[in-house]
């Protein structure tokens, strides 16, 4: 049997299958949802330090528009700044114990309008992304958060660089190469959380699966077996060794996530993990008619795993 690295390759690789009607709604909800975050998020600081950074170093190349307007930039630098963009207030939708739409959403526009791709294709490789995503995420008995590892970030490169092979038609060989050189990319740190650098690894994430699929159709080669290798991608993230390695039991294609596990939008720019606190306070005042004044003191309890992704327990602007 064929390991999981050559599986997620030909899941990609293989022709795009039709999308059912519940399917569509998920994967428009985590588009028009996306865009709406990413407006949000331009006059962010963050936003502008990334932006910056980009036209500094602008590419002659102006393939894909910054943050809807005028400005333009190569696919993988305004899928950067977007994704960035997308992140920085924190209301971007969940799933997959991460943000898929964050990072796929970005780079699957900017390569989009690059291509001239229609609006079907780019839905079919964004499930693309987000089915590699859910296998991967799902082969770990132990939480990424707890470990140091931020999962929309880690398996986001990953995705984008399915997403976007997919959308490309990149053959297969060379599929395989871009899911082996965005492994290597994966990255993104708990510890980074509470500062710019956390919405700057979902820009990443976009950018650098680009840049995968960019290198492998350049001649850059990955090992084939670079997402299962005993020292490969998932044992990486793993250290307890806890991880399920072997092949997937059956094609991924039949293993429609999007369809049984879809996208939770926010109600408020903050970590999913809060809203039920915030909720309840509302419950609260409306119940009992409370006025700031007669409030002395606020007692919230958070789970072990919230209050640890939830690291700045005095947060402060800056």
């Known amino acids: 049997m064929a390991g999981l690295t050559a599986q997620i390759e030909e899941f990609v690789a293989a022709p795009a299958p039709g999308l059912p009607q519940d399917v569509l709604r998920t994967v428009r909800t985590g588009f028009v949802d996306t865009v709406g975050v990413m407006l949000a998020g331009a006059g962010e600081p963050v936003t502008g330090v990334v932006r910056g950074f980009v036209q500094a170093g602008l590419s002659p190349v102006q393939e894909a528009s910054v943050l809807l307007g005028a400005e333009r930039a190569s696919a993988r630098d305004a899928a950067l700044v ?87 038609g990149v053959p297969a060989a060379q599929t395989q190469h871009a899911i082996g050189i965005a492994a290597s990319m994966a990255s993104g740190l708990i510890a980074n959380f509470g500062s710019m650098t956390k919405p700057f690894h979902a820009g990443l994430a976009a950018a650098q699966g680009i840049d995968a699929v960019n290198l492998a159709q350049a001649g850059m080669t990955a090992a084939p077996d670079a997402i299962e290798h005993p020292a490969g991608f998932l044992a990486a993230l793993s250290p307890a060794g806890r991880v399920d390695r072997s092949p997937c039991g059956r094609p991924l294609r039949e293993l429609s996530r999007i369809a049984t596990l879809g996208l939770s939008v926010k109600k408020y720019p903050m970590c999913f993990a809060v809203h039920r606190v915030v909720d309840g306070v509302l419950d609260l005042a409306r119940a009992h008619d409370l006025a700031p004044q007669r409030v002395r003191e606020v007692r919230a309890v958070l789970g072990v795993t919230a209050a640890a992704m939830l690291r700045n327990h005095d947060p402060r602007t800056g």
Do not use: C
């Open 82 to 168: 977007n994704a960035t963009a997308g992140h920085a207030l924190d209301y971007d939708d969940v799933g997959l114990m991460g943000h898929p739409s964050v990072v796929l959403v970005p780079a699957l526009l900017a390569e989009g309008e690059r291509l001239h791709a229609s609006g079907l294709a780019v839905m079919q490789a964004y499930v693309k992304g987000f089915e590699t995503w859910g296998e991967l995420i799902a082969r770990d008995q132990d939480r990424h958060h707890g470990k140091g590892w931020h999962p929309t970030a880690v398996f986001g490169v990953v995705a984008v660089a399915a997403a976007v092979a997919a959308l490309r």
